[in-house]
């Protein structure tokens, strides 16, 4: 088998895989739909196995399919990306970047920072994904992903880019019905509003710079939205850990106000995460602008 023609199949085989069109698919590549579908026939027969389930509306990858795409659509990845890295050390970063985020994070965090690089470089298109979920890099062709906490770090390049700290806010009404906390030790009196867990009631651990306490935190309301957390402290609910990113615009209206001023949990780590260290210019620099923004 000749090593070029099996590499040539594989980009074939991973843009099938992701577009789930054949024409789609031959469009991306500059291929005629009847070589795509010769070449990936030929590779099928060669095999011996099926990788893709082929009907009059969709292509879906078959067991063996899957199997194949999971160990090849790195290395096709790998040569796009060191392809981009070399044309992009020519001339200023330009393309399209796929970036996913949590919601509260990039609307209050990384929004205004991702605005000003965008303005930085024009050249940069953007598609932002807003959500929780941890997405599949390789499958669904996220180029930057940013997570708050711990990252499963299997097969995946993660830097510390930032720090998202955790005071305490609760709204007047809150405070004027209950009181308010003057030390750590008041807060498992009170309601709070905690993450979500397999019981009503979580360990936060306060510090404020020369001194930590641990205390149960407990609450009728858990979740783990941060925006759903605001919400919830607003209405009077209880008193909620928020980045304060999140909570200024509610301060500043008096929906809000700090609780225990000089302590909080401890700040999480945020994170970008990629694939690979070859990275294309327009990643790099992005990464490396938003280290810089969330330092200053």
């Excluded at 790195?74 to 992009?88: I, P, Q, T």
């Excluded at 994170?271 to 602008?289: D, W």
Aim: one cysteine or more.
């Amino acid at each position: 088998m000749n090593s070029l023609s099996a590499l040539h199949d594989m980009v074939l085989i991973v843009e099938v895989s992701r577009t789930r069109s054949f024409s789609v698919a031959g469009r991306n590549l500059g291929v005629s739909n009847a070589t795509l579908s010769r070449r990936i026939a030929a590779l099928e027969a060669r095999l011996g196995l099926q990788l893709f389930e082929r009907t009059t509306r969709h292509v879906e990858l078959t067991d063996a399919g899957t199997r194949y795409v999971a160990r090849c659509a790195h290395l096709v990845d790998e040569v796009r990306l060191a392809e981009e890295a070399l044309l992009d050390t020519a001339s200023l970063p330009t393309g399209h970047l796929r970036l996913s985020m949590p919601a509260d994070v990039g609307i209050h965090m990384l929004g205004p920072a991702l605005h000003a690089f965008g303005r930085r470089y024009p050249d940069i298109t953007f598609d932002i994904d807003l959500s929780s979920l941890h997405r599949d890099h390789v499958g669904e062709q996220v180029d930057v992903s940013f997570r708050v906490g711990a990252v499963a770090a299997e097969r995946l390049i993660v830097r510390r880019i930032g720090w998202v700290p955790q005071p305490l806010y609760a709204a007047p009404s809150y405070l004027a019905a209950n009181g308010r906390p003057r030390m750590p030790a008041d807060l498992p009196n009170h309601e709070c509003i905690i993450g979500r867990n397999p019981r009503p009631e979580e360990v936060w651990q306060l510090s404020d710079g020369r001194q930590t306490e641990q205390i149960t935190a407990r609450g009728r309301y858990m979740t783990n939205d941060a925006a759903m957390m605001r919400m919830l402290a607003e209405s009077g609910a209880g008193i909620s850990p928020l980045q304060p990113a999140l909570a200024q615009e509610a301060v500043a209206r008096g929906h809000l106000e700090r609780v225990l001023a000089d302590w909080q949990l401890p700040s999480l780590p945020l994170y970008a995460v990629t694939t690979s260290r070859l990275q294309p210019a327009r990643v790099k620099v992005l990464i490396e602008f938003l280290a810089t923004s969330l330092a200053s």
